[in-house]
């Protein structure tokens, strides 16, 4: 049963960069795209990005340049940086996967409340 | 592609049947999926492909389509099913965008 556990720094100041991995269990990293996804506090899901196992990445325009995804397959891990943060940034961070028949997310990890606050 | 969800929440009672809407700004040709979720807990597959039944969800959850108009019915309305839902388009990459959320409260 493949699992998703998600880590990485919660508080921030503003104008630093976001730093999260999401490691991957129990099942294979190749062939799917493994996404990040975000939600504001009250508010809807924004989905940031993804990559897959040969590295090639898409991400959301509207976040222009700022964010980066990576991965290291001999460690079945990915990872989101997200530079320049401002409190519009201050969300829970979810990292998914989106299955491979379907094009649906069928597995997420446990989320990760980021903070920006000077 | 923009996805209008309607109603924005609803109240009903346990057995109810509910239905919400979900309306794409182009076609989707079907990549069209439903997520529940729950305060504190990340989004939970439903349906996907507008109207295949994730695993080991409960039949009662049932999503359809009609052009770019989607529809998810929860037949009989369980406790467990106070949530909010969230439809989502993947057929357009690099750019999957979701509704904005209909809350399913207890009347």
């Known amino acids: 049963q493949v699992q998703l556990q998600q880590w990485g720094a919660g508080l921030l100041k503003p104008s630093e960069t976001l730093s999260l991995t999401c490691a991957v269990y129990g099942g294979s990293f190749s062939g799917h795209l493994w996404s990040w996804i975000r939600q504001p506090p009250g508010k809807g899901l924004e989905w940031i990005g993804e990559?897959?196992?040969?590295?090639?990445?898409n991400y959301n325009p509207s976040l222009k340049s700022r964010p980066t995804i990576s991965v290291d397959t001999s460690k079945k891990q990915f990872s989101l940086k997200l530079t320049s943060v401002t409190a519009a940034d201050t969300a829970v961070y979810y990292c998914?996967?989106?299955?491979?028949?379907?094009?649906?997310?069928?597995?997420w990890g446990q989320g990760t409340m980021v903070t920006v606050s000077s | 592609i923009q996805m209008t969800q309607s109603p924005s929440s609803l109240s009903a009672s346990v057995g109810d049947s509910v239905t919400i809407t979900c309306r794409a700004s182009q076609n989707t040709f079907m990549y069209l999926n439903w997520y529940q979720q729950k305060p504190g807990k990340a989004p939970k597959l439903l349906i996907y492909?507008?109207?295949s039944l994730q695993s080991g969800v409960p039949s009662r959850f049932s999503g359809s389509a009609s052009g770019t108009d989607f529809t998810l019915t929860i037949s009989s309305l369980q406790p467990e099913d106070f949530a909010t839902y969230y439809c989502?388009?993947?057929?357009?990459?690099?750019?999957?965008?979701f509704g904005q959320g209909t809350k399913v409260e207890i009347q």
């Open positions: 989502q388009q993947t057929y357009s990459p690099p750019m999957y965008t």
């Open positions: 492909g507008a109207s």
């Open positions: 990559i897959n196992d040969s590295r090639t990445t």
């Open positions: 998914a996967r989106l299955m491979a028949y379907g094009n649906a997310f069928d597995i």
